[in-house]
């Protein structure tokens, strides 16, 4: 079994600063990829930053350049270094982590980014 624990959302001002981490443990295997998703009310979920068992790395449009996304292999840890936060950037975020065909999602962390 799978598990992912993450941490680091929180309130913030506009143009502040946060960083999430995500653990994975328990059975793993083979990591494909691990990333981020986030999903704000009423919006569907959509893919913040993800990186590849190959080291490359794909971000949404709307935060390249203010996040990056990095790995701790020894410790299966990802963590989005999120910088000048804009209040749409309020959301949900999902920690997501994919081997071989099956997805696992972690429960979610608030980020709250106000005007």
């Known amino acids: 079994q799978v598990q992912l624990v993450e941490s680091g959302g929180g309130l913030v001002q506009a143009g502040g600063s946060l960083r999430l981490s995500c653990a994975a443990s328990g059975s793993i295997g083979s990591i494909n990829a691990m990333g981020w998703y986030r999903q704000a009310p009423g919006k569907q979920r959509e893919l913040v930053a993800v990186?590849?068992?190959?080291?490359?790395?794909n971000y949404a449009g709307s935060v390249k350049g203010r996040f990056t996304l990095s790995r701790d292999n020894a410790k299966n840890t990802v963590y989005l270094q999120m910088n000048s936060l804009k209040p749409e950037d309020t959301a949900v975020y999902y920690c997501?982590?994919?081997?071989?065909?099956?997805?696992?999602w972690g429960q979610g962390t608030q980020v709250t980014v106000s005007s």
């Open positions: 990186i590849t068992s190959g080291g490359s790395t």
């Open positions: 997501n982590l994919v081997v071989l065909l099956d997805a696992y």
